[in-house]
């Protein structure tokens, strides 16, 4: 898709290659290229790639927050049927994930994040078009949110691509960067959606209108899908040295490390992606109560805060890159899991303190429903609860994006450092090179295994084997607290000990990684 070609002699070019090019000569461990040439390209690159994955991260979680308003707008579905249709679009965005890896190096990431971004029309429009019909079936709505997943997809193709771009030193915090910048599109779909259809929104700030009109987001992202689209086409790169085949990506299946760092991101991202997609239904569960949809609800109303935690774990990525680029990867993973498991058992204590809410009995005629007094006591203990819960649940949520940065900043590492074992003087330059394009389609596995857990956290919160659903909440957190203690033992064992496994890769045990 590029039409004009630069290349560059064998020191640094004359001119910086502009957007919408691809680029032949790419050198950015090159002190002298990067600081002229590399830093400006790269920089440019991350800003628009960072864009598109913002835009794919919205659309991935629209259902999050948009679910919990269906019940609003005449959808009458169960508290379990809610669940999956935040879980299906996780599910979808982790298994392609893995082609959107293998994307960039096949067609190039310029090209890619057009195509991508582009693709993005379709969960959108289609969402527009079915939440304007109270008699479309759940099973279409289904349907409609798997399409969401594509914007999970580009998560792992522009970090794939972002990869290529920068050299070692620094890709703990353009990776970082490059995540947060999609990451937070979680939190603007949480926190501008209700406001954009007519809910109340801003901590209260905003009133709600007489009507929620959820297609309004729909044809919104719809729009910015096309900005995302054009600004890749004209301010983008392809790199030619970029370029692979599957079969040669694919060769990372074979590494050890590639699925342990895959094990790894589901206790850290599929954290955050579960958490953040679950968490506008957690409160609404646990701190709400409306039986009647045409009756005022009381309680906490989950579009005041929801978006707090993807936001948190957002903002905290870098910073878990930033932290691995300083103190090493591994002891910054261990000590992340260690915070997740402490984080998680305060939420399950929380949860132990909510007032069971009684059922109001409601009338033939739902206008003349009114809340008993034991109702609104039960309601008003559990309120004073949810400060300390949402405090808790924002450590987790902390702990979890610091996790994510630092998670991301040992792949590059480790396969380099595997590199380094294998190489000779001859082959150096090839080897290294061949870490790069390897480290980005670990990155891409990685992310695709991860995003797993964004599937199964909403599914164990909803489960349906469980009848009281504020009960399943407290079980499924004891349940990931366990797993975050297997996460740990496994980050130990594998990367903080002096020795690994068997003594295998003595270099490992002791890398900054």
Known sequence: MSTSTETAPSTAPAAIPRGGTTIDDWRPEDEEFWESVGRPVARRNLVWSIFSEHLGFSVWLLWSVSAAMLPKVGFDFTVSQLFVLVAIPNLVGSLIRLPYTFAVPRFGG????????????????????????PGTPYWVFCLIAATAGLGGGNFASSMANINFFYPIRKKGTALGLNAAGGNVGVAVIQFFLPIIVGGAGAFGLVAAGDALHLERAGYLYAGL????????????????GAKSS???????VRYQHTWVMSFLYIGTFGSFIGYSAAMPLLIRINFWNQPVPDVAGIGINFAYYAFLGALVGSVARPFGGWLADTYGGARVTLWT????????????????????????????DPSAFVYSEATRAAVEANTAIFPWFLLAFLFVFAASGIGNGSTYRMIPLILQKQAEQATTDETREADMARATKESSAVIGIAGAVGAVGGFLIPLTFGSPWVTDPVEAVKVAFMVFAGFYVVCLATTWFFYTRRVTVAGRAPALATANV
Do not use: C, D, H, K
Request: proline residues 8%; positive net charge; glycine residues 2%.
């Open 246 to 252: 599957p079969r040669e990506q694919l060769a990372v």
């Open 337 to 364: 899991f260690v915070a997740m498991i402490a984080g998680t058992l305060a939420v399950v204590y929380t949860l132990t303190l909510l007032t069971p809410v009684p059922a109001s009995p409601v009338p033939a």
């Open 110 to 133: 310029r090209t890619w994040t057009v195509i991508s971004a582009s693709l993005l029309l379709v969960p959108t429009l289609l969402f527009a078009w079915a939440v304007q019909s």
């Open 225 to 240: 899908a096309v900005v995302g689209a054009l600004a890749a086409w004209l301010f983008m790169n392809n790199l030619t």
